[in-house]
T-cell receptor, first 114, second 113 residues
Framework: ETGVTQTPRHLVMGMTNKKSLKCEQH?????MYWYKQSAKKPLELMFV???????ENNSVPSRFSPECPNSSHLFLHLHTLQPEDSALYLC?????????????FGSGTRLTVV | AQSVTQLGSHVSVSEGALVLLRCNYS??????LFWYVQYPNQGLQLLLK??????LVKGINGFEAEFKKSETSFHLTKPSAHMSDAAEYFC???????????FGSGTRLQVQP
């Protein structure tokens, strides 16, 4: 148990589908993050939330829509995705926004767009 | 801009040999530095962190790293590699006032029997 839980672990979706990824932490952390990890590419920061307010949107296409209803939950809503969006999506949380204590990561959602 | 560079995208060692994974950072302010490990289809797990206390940091699974300000380095070492150490390793940095960690591109460690 890492302290950060992501569901589902695997997701296959068509390009016209709408789906959501869920991330949950009960570590008392204030900041939460979405990262995209594609094969042979560095980790890409997508979104940052601090005390449930979005503080960073790293030029992510609008087909990805984040939601943070409270400090413990983070969602990533997906619609009309492209095959190149297939990747491992990682959620992380940290005590402070700058991550000075490090992040705790979830196990990720392996997304395949067909 | 602050950044972190990992030298060598792939490193191969024999079981029982020394592991050395290199990480250099660029910084105009004191950094917080981290090493993470990732096994296939898993998230990243924190190995160790430097937060301006001791310059030699010990982590889990027998790994350690030394912060060298003069060389702007934070290399990861382990005296004797195990087969179970085969994974991808990421160096990361942050600073006061930053909004997120910056990760290196990763080094894949292969351990030969």
């Amino acid at each position: 148990e890492t302290g950060v839980t992501q569901t589902p672990r695997h997701l296959v979706m068509g390009m016209t589908n709408k789906k959501s990824l869920k991330c949950e932490q009960h570590l008392g952390h204030n900041a939460m993050y979405w990262y995209k990890q594609s094969a042979k590419k560095p980790l890409e920061l997508m979104f940052v939330y601090n005390f449930k307010e979005q503080t960073e949107n790293n030029s992510v296409p609008s087909r990805f829509s984040p939601e943070c209803p409270n400090s413990s939950h983070l969602f990533l809503h997906l619609h009309t995705l492209q095959p190149e969006d297939s990747a491992l999506y990682l959620c992380a949380s940290s005590q402070d926004l700058q991550g000075s204590y490090g992040y705790t990561f979830g196990s990720g959602t392996r997304l395949t767009v067909v | 801009a602050q950044s972190v560079t990992q030298l060598g995208s792939h490193v191969s060692v024999s079981e029982g040999a020394l592991v050395l994974l290199r990480c250099n950072y660029s910084s105009s302010v004191p950094p917080y530095l981290f090493w993470y490990v990732q096994y296939p289809n898993q998230g990243l797990q924190l190995l160790l962190k430097y937060t301006s206390a001791a310059t030699l940091v010990k982590g889990i699974n027998g790994f350690e790293a030394e912060f060298k300000k003069s060389e702007t380095s934070f290399h990861l070492t382990k005296p004797s590699a195990h087969m179970s150490d085969a994974a991808e390793y990421f160096c990361a940095v942050t600073y006061t006032g930053r909004r997120a960690l910056t990760f290196g591109s990763g080094t894949r460690l292969q351990v030969q029997p």
